[in-house]
C-alpha cells in the first residue's frame, strides 16, 4: 500500500518504494535491500539532505567529469532502481558512456538494467565483457567493456560494495563515488566521495554541471583553469572527516537530556 504524503517518512518510504519496484522488475537484486537499508540509515544520521560538505563533493566531481577524457558511468542493480533517468541525463550532459557492472552475477539482470536504461533514453549501453577484465580484482565486477570502464580515466561509481574502487584506482583510474556510509572502503579509497543519497546527489550534479557549463570562457566550452582549481583544491579526507564529525553533531543534539 503506498504511504499517504502526510506521514512523517513519506519521502524516505517513496524512495523505498523505487527500490523493492527495482526488484519486482528484476532490475535490483535481493541483496540490493539490505545495501538500501544500510544506506537509509546514514541517511538518517546525516539528516537526509544535502549537506555543505557533499555540495563540496558534488561541486568537485562536475569539474573532474567535464574535465575527463573518458568518463563512464557504471550502473548496478540500485543505481538503476534509483536513479536511470538521472544516470541517463548525466550520461548526455557531460557527456559519459553508461556501462552495466554488478556484483551479483546475472546476465538476466545486467540487460534488464540495459533495458531501463533504454526506456529513459539512453543512446547506448555498454555491457561486460567476459575477454576484458579489470586487473586486481576477484569478483564479477572484474569484468568491463573495453570502450567503456577498461578505458576510462573517470569512473563514476554510485553506491557499491568496496572492492572496485581500489582496484580501479590502482589501475590508474579516478573515481567518484556516491555513498551514504563515509566509514565504508568505497568512500575511503575514492578520489571524490560524495557523502550522500543518489536521488539527491546526480539531480544537483546535473544542475552544477549546467552552470559550469554556462560559464563559457572565450571559445572554450568551460572555465578550464576554474575547474582545474576546484580540483586541486579539494580533499576527500577531509570530506570524510567533516562528514563524521556532522553525524557526531548530530547524534550528540538528538541525544536524550535530564534523564533522572
Ligand atoms: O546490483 P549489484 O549486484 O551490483 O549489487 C549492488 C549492491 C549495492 C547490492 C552491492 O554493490 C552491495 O552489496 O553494496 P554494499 O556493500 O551494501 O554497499 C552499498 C553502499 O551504498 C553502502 O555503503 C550503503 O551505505 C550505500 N548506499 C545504499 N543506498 C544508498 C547508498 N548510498 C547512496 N545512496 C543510496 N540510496
Do not use: W
Not at 560538505?53 to 550502473?75: C, E, F, G, N, W
Not at 581500489?166 to 589501475?171: D, P, S, T
Not at 573515481?175 to 543518489?198: M, Y
Amino acid at each position: 500500500m503506498p504511504a499517504p504524503k502526510s506521514h512523517p517518512r513519506y519521502a524516505s518510504l517513496k524512495i523505498r518504494d523505487k527500490i523493492v519496484d527495482g526488484m519486482k522488475k528484476g532490475i535490483t537484486s535481493l541483496d540490493g535491500l539490505t545495501a538500501h537499508g544500510r544506506g537509509e540509515a546514514f541517511d538518517y544520521l546525516i539528516g537526509e539532505k544535502t549537506t555543505k560538505v557533499a555540495k563540496k563533493s558534488i561541486d568537485s566531481a562536475a569539474a573532474l567529469l567535464l574535465t575527463a577524457k573518458y568518463p563512464v558511468i557504471s550502473v548496478n542493480g540500485n543505481a538503476a532502481a534509483l536513479a536511470s533517468a538521472e544516470l541517463v541525463q548525466l550520461s548526455k550532459i557531460v557527456p559519459a558512456k553508461l556501462e552495466v557492472n554488478i556484483f551479483h552475477a546475472s546476465k538476466e539482470r545486467e540487460m534488464k538494467i540495459k533495458e531501463e536504461l533504454i526506456k529513459n533514453r539512453a543512446k547506448g549501453v555498454l555491457l561486460p565483457q567476459k575477454s576484458c577484465k579489470i586487473r586486481y580484482l576477484d569478483s564479477n565486477r572484474k569484468y568491463a567493456n573495453k570502450d567503456g570502464i577498461y578505458k576510462a580515466d573517470i569512473v563514476f561509481v554510485p553506491l557499491e560494495d568496496g572492492d572496485r574502487t581500489g582496484a580501479l584506482i590502482k589501475n590508474g583510474k579516478r573515481v567518484i563515488v556516491v555513498d551514504l556510509n563515509p566509514l565504508s572502503r568505497s568512500a575511503q579509497k575514492a578520489t571524490i566521495t560524495i557523502v550522500d543519497n543518489i536521488v539527491r546527489a546526480v539531480p544537483l550534479l546535473i544542475k552544477t554541471i549546467k552552470q559550469y557549463k554556462n560559464e563559457r570562457y572565450g571559445k572554450n566550452k568551460f572555465d578550464e583553469v576554474k575547474l582545474k582549481k576546484i580540483i586541486k583544491n579539494y580533499n576527500n579526507k577531509r570530506v570524510l572527516k567533516e562528514s563524521l564529525e556532522l553525524i557526531n553533531k548530530n547524534l550528540i543534539k538528538n541525544m536524550p537530556q535530564n534523564l533522572s
